[in-house]
Nanobody, 123 residues
Framework: QLQLVESGGGLVQPGGSLRLSCATSGFTLDYYAIGWFRQAPGKEREGVSCISSSGGNTNYTDSVKGRFTISKDNAKNTVYLQMNSLKPEDTAVYYC????????????????WGQGTQVTVSS
């Protein structure tokens, strides 16, 4: 059974950092693109970042470029999202998702989703 489990969320002050993890099971990252998405209260879900199955291609939404870094460890079946210089507007539930795709990654559509982890940026 294909599963994705997010962890690493929490409360952080503006300017702080968090690293989110997406632990996957039931499939190999070699054939799946993985994306990170977020949804703030009252807002639509937005794509934040993605990484290709090869790991050689990444993509970021403009608002996080230069602050967030996506990476993966195939041996651990885990994808990470390092978030630095966090802002209050980064507050949201963060989800990771997977899709069978071996080309450059895109921020939609994705087929398999985790349950999410809350990130709150506040002083």
């Amino acid at each position: 059974q294909l599963q994705l489990v997010e962890s690493g969320g929490g409360l952080v002050q503006p300017g702080g950092s968090l690293r989110l993890s997406c632990a996957t099971s039931g499939f190999t990252l070699d054939y799946y693109a993985i994306g990170w998405f977020r949804q703030a209260p009252g807002k639509e879900r937005e794509g934040v970042s993605c990484i290709s199955s090869s790991g050689g291609n990444t993509n970021y939404t403009d608002s996080v470029k230069g602050r967030f870094t996506i990476s993966k460890d195939n041996a651990k079946n885990t994808v990470y999202l390092q978030m630095n210089s966090l802002k209050p507007e980064d507050t949201a539930v963060y989800y990771c998702a997977a899709v069978v795709w071996v080309g450059p990654c895109k921020l939609e559509p994705y087929d398999y989703w985790g349950q999410g982890t809350q990130v709150t940026v506040s002083s």
